[in-house]
């Protein structure tokens, strides 16, 4: 397999809080791939030590064979990184804060008036060349932060949480970009909190609390969960969900509105967990069966590693 | 190494983004010199003076009117009593009290030496010391003149003074502070414009978060070091030239020994400063912090300078202290080109201590920040 980027056993610490514990993956040249996880979950950490930023306490990561504690410098001209926070010179115009990272990455001279041109199309931010990066709306500083990460050609791509709070409309303008890169052969990482980008990733690794639990292709994720899920379409009986949670068969229970979200023990069978939880709330329920979302897949997986752990 | 010319084009655009800032670096210097160099001055002029004379002889009076024709002394009122004076130091109507005892004029003729009492509000010590000084001048004065009328007497005094001085104040012929002090205000303005520029715009990457923008990059620790202090130095030596120019037009003070050994001297001194504000820089994570940090430096090297207090003056062990002040040294060699055109043979101590100074704050500085961005 001729992966783009390695992590092995790759751990690190705070003092004597641990932010990543014994990750591993692989990703391929080309792909997009996404790391999820709810906050603390040790993505940013992970990011910044593929980009150089930090240091791995024990583990290796490689980029293109580059080793990231020792090939630094080669490593910094084939990535590009966006952190979290908005991080350009704010009294500079777009302009000058293109112009200015293109010549710290050397972009030749020649080269530069094409790779501008291009940038500007796809993040049209053209009519705002001359304006100040600090008076640029969220989503247009964000399209901003990637042109200039995307000023040297990397082969790489690192985004840490480039949509959050950000809004819908330039979200979505976001991810359509994201998924013009990666035809054009970039390959991205990308850490995102929300499930539903996470769909967006042609694999992802779930990971809480500096752990992956899980990773693979958002649909094989899924299908692997093979856990009979059942929604419970009832207003009356969500407060009661600590009820049903009793109720044998029954692993979790999730509230989504004035839904429930039942998730049963493999092998049982839609019938008999029909009658339990009606004789648990003493009157007749309607189970349906629904196909679980990333979002169910994250939770149980959540619930197993807390259980793993009492 | 272009990039550091990269990083300095970057630094002058966000410098002079702001129209004002030119305005800043023509309006500050003015403003600073024409200010502090008149009104940080250590001449002891003013000073409220009050009286009681028990003789009241003509003697006496010739003794106090002495204090009326001085711009250095104001009288401001006269008692009967003597036990009335200390009221008019408690409420700070007069800072001296002079009391001419009784039978001042009979015992100088007689060729004793009359008490004069004087009562000083001895708050602000450096003062009232001069101003005592000019006190003793006037009754020496006073002395002089009743020995010329010696023959008049027609007995000789007990009191004959053999020899008398007469002083001249070479470089500063009317030993007016703003001469001593305005060198000084250059020495401040490039100490200031190098400490807080420096320090405030390291930290402000810091804050903003571009400093790991730029660490992404293939830019090297000392090409951004380089680039960040660089253009902050060139402003600090617009900024004194400028300062040097209104100095020459508001005092009419020009510079007597050679305007390049000046800015050699600069050069070598502002290592150090360029050193501290990239020290500070490393201990702080935001601008305030840097900005308190740099007042907190800069009030101990102003004060332990001999800018406004004559080192001399301080006690021993606060004088060895000094030693370890680069501004101390800084001062000496600015007064010194400025006001005597002394040549740099005669200044090799004071260059060689702030090359000391320079070349380890910075070196220190510039590795504990490399430290910190690896």
């Known amino acids: ?310 | 190494m272009q990039r550091i010319f990269y990083i300095i084009q970057k630094e002058f655009r966000q410098i002079f983004r702001d129209p004002a800032m030119i305005g800043v670096l023509f309006v500050v210097p003015f403003i600073q010199i024409v200010l502090l160099g008149n009104a940080i001055t250590t001449d002891v002029k003013n000073v409220t003076v009050v009286f009681t004379d028990l003789d009241r002889t003509p003697m006496s009076r010739d003794f106090l009117q002495r204090f009326t024709h001085t711009p250095y002394f104001i009288p401001v009122g006269v008692e009967e009593d003597y036990t009335a004076l200390p009221e008019w130091l408690d409420y700070g109507r007069a800072r001296i009290a002079i009391v001419v005892p009784e039978h001042f004029q009979r015992d100088i003729i007689r060729g004793d030496r009359p008490a004069v009492q004087l009562l000083v509000d001895g708050i602000d010590g450096n003062s009232a010391g001069v101003a005592l000084s000019y006190l003793s001048h006037i009754a020496q004065e006073h002395q002089a003149q009743v020995i010329a009328l010696e023959p008049q007497l027609g007995r000789p005094l007990r009191t004959v003074r053999l020899a008398s001085t007469e002083t001249r104040f070479w470089f500063n012929p009317e030993m007016e502070s703003k001469v001593y002090i305005v060198p000084g205000i250059v020495a401040l303005i490039l100490l200031i414009i190098t400490v807080f520029l420096t320090s405030m715009g390291i930290v402000r990457e810091k804050e903003i978060g571009t400093l790991e923008q730029l660490m992404v990059t293939p830019i090297r620790a000392w090409q951004l070091i380089l680039g960040k202090i660089l253009p902050f130095s060139i402003l600090g030596f617009l900024e004194i030239t400028v300062a040097m120019g209104f100095v020459y037009l508001i005092f009419g003070i020009g510079v007597e020994g050679s305007i390049l050994l000046l800015f050699f001297e600069s050069a070598v001194f502002v290592l150090t400063t360029l050193g501290i504000g990239i020290f500070i820089s490393t201990i702080s994570e935001t601008q305030q912090q840097a900005l308190f940090v740099g007042w907190f430096f800069m009030i101990f090297a102003i004060l332990l300078s001999g800018f406004f207090i004559p080192i001399a003056n301080m006690p021993d062990a606060i004088q060895y202290l000094t030693y370890l002040n680069p501004l101390r040294y800084y001062l000496v060699v600015l007064r010194e080109i400025y006001l005597k055109g002394t040549p740099l043979h005669l200044l090799i101590p004071e260059t060689l201590a702030m090359m000391a100074f320079g070349v380890g704050v910075f070196g220190m500085a510039v590795l504990r920040y490399r430290r910190i961005l690896k």
């Open chain 1, 1 to 310: 397999m001729d992966a783009l980027i390695s992590v092995e056993h790759f751990s690190k610490s705070y003092g004597s809080q641990k932010a990543v514990q014994d990750l591993s993956f692989e990703i391929r040249g080309g792909e997009l791939f996404g790391l999820i996880g709810p906050d603390g979950a040790g993505k940013t950490t992970t990011m910044r030590t593929l980009v150089t930023l930090l240091r791995p306490d024990s583990g290796t990561m490689h980029v293109q064979g580059f080793d990231v504690s020792k090939d630094i410098r080669n490593i910094r001209s084939i990535t590009g990184y966006m952190p979290q926070r908005f991080s350009l010179y704010p009294d500079l115009s777009v302009d000058q804060n293109l112009r200015f990272f293109a010549d710290l990455f050397a972009v030749p001279k020649k080269e530069l008036a094409a790779r501008l041109e291009r940038l500007y199309h796809f993040s049209r931010l053209q009519p705002f060349a001359n304006r100040l990066a600090g008076r640029l709306s969220g989503g247009m500083k964000q399209k901003l932060a990637l042109s200039c990460t995307l000023i040297h050609n990397p082969v790489l791509l690192v985004l840490d949480e480039p949509t959050t709070g950000v809004d819908p409309v330039s979200r979505n303008e976001f991810w359509n970009i994201l998924r013009e890169l990666r035809a054009q052969g970039v390959t991205i990482i990308v850490s995102t909190p929300y499930m539903d980008e996470a769909l967006f990733c042609d694999r992802i690794v779930i990971m809480h609390e500096g752990r992956a639990l899980a990773q693979g292709t958002p649909a094989a994720l899924i299908e692997q969960m093979q856990l009979p899920m059942y929604a419970l379409r009832d207003s009356d009986v969500v407060m009661r969900f600590a009820v049903i949670e009793q109720t044998p068969g029954v692993v979790s229970v999730q509230t989504f509105g004035d839904t429930l979200h039942i998730t049963a023990e493999i092998g049982t069978d839609e019938a008999s967990l029909t009658r339990s939880i009606a004789a648990a709330l003493g009157h007749d329920v309607v189970l349906e069966p629904i196909a679980p979302s990333l979002e169910d897949v994250f939770i149980s997986l959540i619930e197993k590693e807390t259980r793993h752990a009492t």
